[in-house]
């Protein structure tokens, strides 16, 4: 008797085991066209540029940046000035590669800035995120 409910048990558990690696090869397979796919439209993304950014017309980029500082309740403005310069070094780039897609206009100019979130310091570390507005201009 416990021989037979032995086998059927191990009968049981094998059948299992296969019902469950038969679904495996479709995931992959799946997940192979899913792949396939997406490489194939990023790929044709990267080919050319689907945004021409306007002349004379507003657009926004968000940078984050952080420094160490010497003591977080007493920023000197020194560390204030790295901070801002390092803010609208990043703006000043990311508004550079936005209008290169538009030869014509191809010169950004930084207009207004907005603090998105308070400024935060903890640990030494002093952190800021601004929206900067810039417009792409001709040289």
């Not at 945004?51 to 204030?80: M, S, W």
């Amino acid at each position: 008797m416990k021989k037979i409910k032995l086998t059927l048990v191990i009968v049981f558990l094998l059948s299992i085991t296969i019902g469950c690696d038969d679904n495996k090869p479709k995931e992959e397979k799946d997940n192979k066209k899913i792949e396939k796919e997406l490489g194939e439209a990023i790929n044709e993304g990267l080919k050319k540029p689907k945004f021409i950014p306007q002349c004379n017309t507003k657009y926004t980029t968000n940078v984050y940046h952080r420094i160490l500082v010497k003591d977080c309740g007493n920023i000197t403005k020194e560390e204030a000035k790295e901070m801002s310069d390092g803010l609208i070094a990043k703006a000043k780039e990311s508004a550079k590669r936005i209008c290169e897609l538009n030869p014509e206009c191809n010169t950004p100019e930084l207009v207004t800035y907005e603090i998105i979130k308070p400024p935060t310091c903890k640990d030494r570390l002093l952190e800021a995120d601004v929206k900067f507005t810039f417009i792409c201009k001709k040289e």
